[in-house]
């Protein structure tokens, strides 16, 4: 009898000494917590919003399918404002108080890079980051998991482009930041793969305050296109700039200029500037994939649907794939585990494939043109 009484007390004992290390790692008997910084207010506000609906609304829907593993999953988001102080903060709170497993869906390279320390002593999984640099791919990091291109992606997208039109004099205007100044070296290096050197190359303020010295600068050796390392304010006032002082250019953005606030904020100025895009067309009638987030988007009540979405939807897609196959004894070293050797994803030809020495995304890279109406076009 004390024999069975003892037994019984050690067996309580230790489950609830595995319900408390579980809760601490953001899972619970019915729910799986996932946390997530990103900007829903800022200069990148449309595209942390819309990122987090298209997740939101797969989660949602995976949900009301009754979960995984009898787990319903919440997602946790809080707004850095593309503030990556805020972004430091705000997943210390994820991590302290609300304990969440991982954390989902960060948006911006500032924010990533800064939450990298935290990341690394907490020894939490930073997964589907929206972020093209390399300075979040370099050098590999187990607790890190891509799922989009990298910027030297887009870039070497829009090169190739470019090459076939025969177009060789190339400008370049970049973001006098670390991701500006990352994107010209990679620029650098894809033209000299091509035989091409750039025509010329200016920087800009985050602010935009300098795109007139910017214009100036490459109106004087008249390039036939000029690719845009650039985010936000300073990308719409170099195009107004530009536009002012001669007619005609052909700008290349990278995918941060793919919202529609940017087509808003461009305006008449936005007609025929390219845009790369790193999701899957969102209004396609034949791709499975984008059917499959039309008829979820449209299931969970989402109307808008757009290229941010899209890729918030697709991030979702994964993360629930690899949380099923880490099973019902879930931490975040079994989450890790099981996103490195679940094997091939693919989801009607946008694939990934993470293994224990690359944690890459797909990469699949679109270029659109914005259209008098205000669209972005095929």
Known sequence: MMISRLFRTMVLAAAAAFSLQASAQGVTNDEILLGQTTSLTGPLAELGMEASAGAKAYFDYVNAQGGIHGRKIKLIALDDGY?????????????????????????????????????????????????GSNLVRQPFNRLVFHTLPSYSDELAKIVEHLTVRGITKIGVVYQDNPFGKEGLIALEQITAAHN????????????????AKAVDSLIKVAPQAIVMITAGKASFDFIKTYNERAVGMQFFA??????????????KDGVGVVVSQTSPFPFSATSRIVQEYQQVMKKMGVKNWSFASMGGFITAKVMVDGLRHAGRNLTRERLVESLETMGKLDYDGFTINYTKNSHLGHRYVELTVISKDGRFLR
């Open 83 to 131: 503030n990556p102080q805020k972004a430091v903060m705000n997943v210390k709170q994820l991590v302290e108080k609300d304990q969440v497993l991982a954390l989902f869906g960060v948006l911006g390279t500032p924010a990533n890079v800064a939450i990298m320390p935290l990341i690394q002593q907490v020894g939490i999984p930073n997964f589907g980051l929206a972020s």
């Open 196 to 211: 091409l050197k750039l025509a010329g190359t200016a920087s800009i303020d985050n602010t935009g305050s300098d795109a």
């Open 254 to 267: 990278l995918s941060v200029m793919a919202s529609q606030s940017a087509i808003k904020a461009l305006g």
